[in-house]
């Protein structure tokens, strides 16, 4: 394993860095000024779509999706500290159409859609001509168990049928968003409970599909991007919208997952990286009992710790971004868990002792480290819960010492 950066990274890498210290810090009040004077908050954001053909122009775009040539023709581990930056400026990666949920959605339909889905779908989402969304969680059920999920997609002729209600479906209120990938069930009595689902494109505009709402998370409402909570009322699509073929729904889930968890965990160390900052500034900064926070022991025992963890959660990440390269998605899943669990949790600890040595003022918008806590503390839930992750590489781990099965045992099972 090398994870020294390559010279084709590094480039990228300072243009990338020049090119926040030239448009992206100096917008941060901008960004947040334009949405809170707009008139309509669900609207594209100005200085986001001023600063896209810059960010062209620098050849700072669709740095995501390894083994194409649609993208930077970067690996998941070349990718991975051009990611950990744009995390330090959540609504960065957009300037460089490399948000989510569109590079999950942008890999599943390169990956998994038919050369006409690429035409009418793929194509603008890579030229940011549009937006997308991916629609899985329901509110009637556990959805960290997907086989849960109830959502019907039922076959009549030429078309399917999709009945259900959907939540925390981000990027719907996007304007923009034009496509949504929406997994149901296909075939609810199939006696393998993993060739149940499907995933379906289902165009914005269909008639039935209804965005009930948008759900805040810690008070935030994150426009315009958002999450909605989605009613699918006999929405009707040609059956050319089925991804893969009927009963594929988790095999795709599975593709799509592992790099979306990895890019949250590289934005996560950016995240953790730009806290770790404040808070050291702010500890020089700020005076308690006669003397700076940061000849404090606590706050330097914290500072000392958030250094390790940071460091911590971007070698396993490194690691796992290798692994997938190497041996592929799956073969990777293990890695892929445990940086999942280990990136949020490090995230919330140390954007945690950085409200700390703020005060008061870290609970406030005023130092961003509130939203930035909403961040790394959603990420604990979002595609897939901590326990999820815990139980399966327990079991994994488990395996190691079992008894192998023969034979007869596995054939009377």
Not at 167 to 185: E, N, T, Y
Not at 221 to 227: E, L, R, V, W
Not at 229 to 251: H, Y
Not at 279 to 304: D, H, N, W, Y
């Amino acid at each position: 394993m090398d994870f020294a950066y390559t010279e084709k990274v590094e480039q990228l890498r300072a243009r990338l860095l020049a090119f926040f210290d030239d448009h992206i810090y100096p917008n941060e009040h901008t960004y947040h000024h334009q949405i809170d004077a707009a008139p309509d908050r669900w609207q594209p954001v100005p200085i986001i779509e001023e600063l896209k053909p810059k960010a062209r122009a620098a050849g700072l775009w669709n740095l995501f999706l390894p083994e194409s040539d649609l993208g930077a023709g970067l690996t998941n581990l070349e990718y991975a500290p051009l990611a950990e930056i744009m995390g330090r400026v959540p609504w960065s990666s957009e300037v460089f159409n490399c948000s989510a949920p569109d590079t999950g959605n942008m890999e599943t339909i390169h990956r998994y859609g038919t050369e006409a889905h690429k035409q009418r779908w793929l194509a603008p989402l890579l030229e940011g001509e549009i937006r997308s969304c991916f629609s899985m969680t329901e509110p009637e059920v556990a959805s960290s168990d997907a086989t849960n999920i109830q959502t019907r997609i039922t076959r009549d002729g030429d078309h399917y049928v999709i009945n259900g209600r959907k939540w925390w479906s981000s990027g719907a209120g996007d304007p923009r968003c034009a496509i949504f990938i929406v997994m149901g069930k296909t075939a609810p009595d199939s006696p393998d409970k993993y060739r149940q689902q499907s995933m379906i494109l289902v165009p914005r505009e269909t008639p039935g599909l209804q965005i009930k709402r948008m759900l805040p998370v810690f008070g935030f409402d994150d426009a315009p991007h958002g999450h909605a909570e989605i009613v699918f009322d006999n929405v009707r699509v040609p059956v050319e919208n089925i991804l893969l073929g009927e009963g594929r729904g988790f095999e795709i889930a599975q593709g799509r997952l592992g790099p979306g968890r990895i890019h949250h965990c590289m934005r996560a160390i950016g995240l953790a990286e730009r806290s770790l900052e404040f808070m050291c500034k702010r500890s020089l900064e700020r005076k308690p009992f006669g003397k700076p926070l940061a000849e404090q022991g606590v706050t330097i025992e914290r500072i000392a710790k958030s250094r390790i963890l940071i460091d911590q959660a971007r070698l396993l990440t490194l690691h796992a971004a290798w692994r997938m390269d190497t041996v592929g998605n799956k073969e990777a899943r293990k890695e892929i868990a445990e940086i999942k669990v280990a990136a949020p949790e490090m995230a919330c600890q140390v954007v945690d002792w950085a409200i700390q040595a703020h005060g008061a003022g870290g609970v406030t918008e005023d130092f961003q480290l509130a939203y930035f806590y909403k961040i790394a503390r959603t990420l604990r839930i979002v595609d897939g819960p901590d326990e999820v992750h815990r139980f399966q590489l327990g079991r994994m781990e488990l395996a190691k010492y079992k008894p192998a099965r023969t034979e007869a045992a596995r054939a009377a099972e």
